[in-house]
């Protein structure tokens, strides 16, 4: 499977703070990748630079075998994107929006191929309605139009689900999951909600001010085997007790709740064993370690571990 | 090039506030003609007052289409800057300030290609503010005033002169003061371009536009020898009204005026000069600036 982004120890300084710091990473032709973080985490600031919108201060972006800051043009030819929010020209209709970004990229367009991309996208009964009268759903739609107008091979989209609501987010997360399946589209996609990244994306990276955390395939990095199992007894402190002198002592972790990393479909067994040390159990909880890292990322200050699975 | 030039006077010609200036000027020049068909009379004894003995000529004549397009020429490319930077001014900023900077970015089109479009688009809207100003300020008089020799006042130094064109010699004038006006008004469109490549919003850039013309025609018009001398003659506001240079005829030594004539080509030629040269520079500046920006907005 070949290379179409390969980016090789980037960064970005902005006066006094480095956004982006010696991150590398490579997405394949056909992926679906993840790009996850924080707000703050280096996100945007990395696809602006895929996109030629910031310069790098360091380091080399090659996508579709070229490098960016030499061929420019002929890459973004390939490329389409919606970055945050689809902002579009608010005085014109849904199609001369349409019609001017297609011309834009450089692609002859057909008034029947702009309608069927408007239809693809449920927006063919507004052509003619001013962007100033959407919705902001049916805006994020537009933008998703606009970026898929020239049959691009490469699609970014920056936090496309942000603003809409849960349908609107579903819709999203059906056409993205379309263009992937159905019409073999390279999709990087950021978000800062790895639910989201967990549903659509194949393989995924995890930036903390501007460094790589972990990168991977999806299932590989929340595969159950690694999950943090959160127990609630009568007596905490004594179940910890009894389970630290059992055969579940290794997968014990600090703290004053009781939690385990172990393997998901060894809960039944933990259970039983409980049972049998006379603990009494009032919940379990089930989450992967990569969420609690994750989630973890959000509240910690100063140096953080890469993750390691 | 062509196509995104076509682009973008599409999207200028959708914008509301494109018209605004065109709606401006005609309802200025109609202000004109009223009170000139209506008391014009009085202004031309005013401004005769002092040449009645000297100077011979049917006064009922002197208030005709060309003297008004003359007068309101005068008034108007004073207040175009303004008109000029509404649109140049939004250029870039514009784009920054909606959102759809980023998109452009992302398209396979060069940023010098975008300034230099956006510069081309700013410059065919000077054009077309110029020639809906020729129509309605010149063709419109010669309408409702018909058409006669053209009187000019001028002051020169400390004395006033009285200048008579025969009308037959007077058109290819305006023709040449248009064009004139247009390089001039384009100096204003690549300033206000360049100051828009800096702001999020077209605001900012229109009101620095207007403090700058402003601060500079003030500045070109202090009569101190050392201002005179050194900084008067890089400011492009000196040569704003340099249009007029093509109604100073040229005369023999006993004042007849010599048909086809312009008193001095050299001063012409030097404002126009300094005019292109403030425009290459702001212009080289504008795109030298915008492929080094990162775009945040």
């Not at chain 2, 005769?48 to 006064?59: G, N």
Request: net charge neutral; with cysteine; glycine share 6%.
């Amino acid at each position: 499977m070949s290379a179409i982004i390969k980016v090789n120890h980037l960064s970005k300084q902005f006066k006094d703070t480095k956004a982006v710091d010696d991150l590398s990473f490579t997405v394949n032709e056909g992926d679906v990748y993840g790009f996850l973080g924080q707000n703050g985490a280096g996100k945007s600031t990395t696809i602006r630079m895929l996109l030629s919108l910031i310069t790098p201060s360091e380091g080399e972006i090659i996508i579709f075998g070229k490098k960016l800051q030499t061929h420019r043009s002929e890459i973004l030819t390939q490329v389409g994107a919606v970055i945050e929010k689809p902002d579009l020209y608010k005085y014109l209709s849904a199609y001369d929006n349409l019609s001017i970004f297609a011309k834009m990229s450089g692609s002859k367009v057909s008034r029947e191929l702009l309608m069927k991309q408007l239809e693809m996208v449920g927006l063919a009964d507004r052509a003619k309605g001013k962007v100033e009268t959407f919705s902001q759903g049916m805006k994020q739609r537009l933008g998703i139009a606009v970026a898929l107008v020239h049959n691009p091979a490469l699609i970014i989209l920056d936090e496309p689900t942000n603003g809409l609501d849960p349908q609107g987010i579903a819709d999203m997360r059906n056409l993205i999951l379309r263009l992937s399946r159905e019409m073999g589209k390279t999709i990087l996609i950021s978000s800062h909600l790895l639910s989201e990244i967990e549903l659509i994306a194949n393989r995924m990276i995890i930036l903390h001010k501007g460094k790589k955390m972990v990168e991977g395939k999806v299932a590989e990095l929340l595969d159950p085997a690694h999950s943090m199992i959160q127990l609630e007894t009568t007596n905490d402190a004594a179940a910890k007790e009894k389970l630290s002198q059992s055969k579940w002592a290794d997968a014990l972790q600090q703290g004053n709740s009781i939690k385990l990393l172990m393997n998901k479909q060894t809960v039944p067994q933990l259970i039983s064993d409980l049972v049998g040390l006379d603990v009494s159990i009032l919940s379990v909880n089930s989450s992967h370690s990569l969420e609690n890292y994750f989630l973890s990322l959000t509240t910690m200050s100063g140096h953080v571990e890469p993750f390691a699975n | 090039m062509w196509n995104l030039l076509q682009i973008e006077l599409f999207k200028i010609s959708k914008r509301p506030r494109t018209y605004i200036a065109f709606a401006a000027i005609a309802a200025i020049v109609f202000i004109f003609q009223f009170a000139f068909k209506a008391d014009g009379q009085s202004y031309m004894n005013l401004m005769l007052q002092s040449v009645k003995d000297s100077f011979e000529f049917e006064r009922t004549k002197a208030i005709n289409g060309y003297f008004m397009c003359y007068i309101i020429l005068n008034t108007l490319l004073v207040q175009l800057p303004i008109l000029v930077a509404l649109i140049a001014a939004d250029s870039i900023s514009g784009e920054a300030n909606m959102g759809t900077l980023r998109l452009l970015i992302t398209k396979p089109i060069s940023r010098t290609q975008l300034i230099l479009v956006k510069f081309a688009a700013a410059t065919i809207f000077t054009i077309l503010l110029l020639v809906w100003m020729a129509i309605i300020s010149l063709f419109f008089s010669l309408l409702i005033f018909g058409a006669d020799d053209m009187l000019i006042f001028r002051s020169k130094g400390d004395e006033s002169q009285i200048l008579l064109i025969s009308q037959d010699d007077v058109m290819w004038r305006y023709l040449a003061a248009f064009a004139y006006a247009t390089v001039a008004l384009t100096v204003i469109a690549a300033l206000s371009l360049f100051l828009s490549i800096f702001a999020d919003n077209s605001i900012g850039p229109i009101i620095a536009t207007v403090c700058i013309v402003l601060v500079c025609t003030i500045i070109s018009n202090i009569n101190v020898p050392i201002i005179d001398k050194n900084v008067r003659p890089f400011l492009f506001t000196s040569y704003l009204v340099g249009w007029k240079g093509f109604f100073y005829i040229a005369t023999t030594e006993d004042g007849v005026p010599i048909k086809g004539s312009v008193e001095n080509w050299a001063a012409i030629r030097n404002s126009l000069s300094i005019l292109l040269l403030h425009i290459g520079v702001l212009l080289g500046a504008s795109v030298f600036i915008f492929r080094k920006k990162d775009i945040l907005s």
